[in-house]
């Protein structure tokens, strides 16, 4: 596979402003369905910088199904925040998520795989994942996608764009 054309600096801060950005979606997410509760709990933990109590309290909600505890639980895993790192378990905290439309899911497992975070590095997956969530309407997505874009040949754009369609509409899986 062929490496990223960009500078490390400007792929870190990229990435530093997309995570960001799904912070602050997530939070406004949260309030605006959970006022108070165990998730919302976590996300103030996880806000003040307390990631284990934000892992204590996403991790039962996780487990019963929650999309937005997996996604949180899954990027404590993905950066080993408050948790011992698992990339695997992260992963597949995210793509429960992911299923459940949750995008800031998705542009995490985008990352994971642009990154080659506990996967094999690959630009078509990323691309992918990014373009989901840029169709779910998260529009901050379409910077990650493009920067993954300049990674790829016109053809495997093509192949990735296929493959986030068939992911819509459920003709494929990537467990």
């Known amino acids: 596979m062929q490496g990223i054309r960009r500078t490390p600096a400007l792929i870190a801060c990229t990435l530093l402003a997309?995570?960001?950005?799904?912070?602050?979606?997530?939070?406004?997410r949260a309030e605006e369905r959970v006022p108070a509760g165990r998730f919302y709990n976590g996300l103030v933990a996880?806000?003040?910088?307390d990631?284990?109590?934000?892992?204590e309290l996403w991790h039962p909600?996780?487990?019963?199904?929650?999309?937005?505890?997996?996604?949180g639980l899954g990027l404590l895993y993905l950066l080993g925040s408050g948790v011992r790192r698992d990339n695997a378990l992260a992963r597949r905290l995210l793509l429960q998520?992911?299923?459940?439309?949750?995008v800031q899911a998705q542009m995490y497992l985008s990352l994971i795989y642009l990154r080659g975070?506990?996967?094999?590095?690959?630009?078509?997956?990323?691309?992918?994942w990014s373009d989901i969530?840029?169709?779910?309407?998260?529009?901050e997505a379409v910077d990650l996608r493009d920067l993954i874009?300049?990674?790829?040949?016109?053809?495997?754009?093509?192949?990735?764009t296929k493959l986030a369609a068939d992911w819509r509409s459920h003709r494929v899986d990537l467990d």
Do not use: H
């Open 117 to 128: 975070e506990g996967v094999r590095q690959d630009f078509r997956i990323a691309y992918m």
């Open 51 to 55: 990631f284990a109590k934000a892992a």
């Open 133 to 139: 969530a840029l169709a779910a309407g998260y529009g």
């Open 46 to 49: 996880y806000n003040m910088g």
């Open 149 to 160: 874009a300049e990674n790829l040949t016109p053809n495997e754009v093509r192949e990735a």
């Open 18 to 28: 997309i995570v960001l950005a799904c912070l602050v979606f997530a939070t406004a």
């Open 97 to 102: 998520a992911a299923r459940q439309g949750i």
């Open 61 to 71: 909600l996780a487990l019963a199904g929650d999309g937005n505890a997996q996604c």
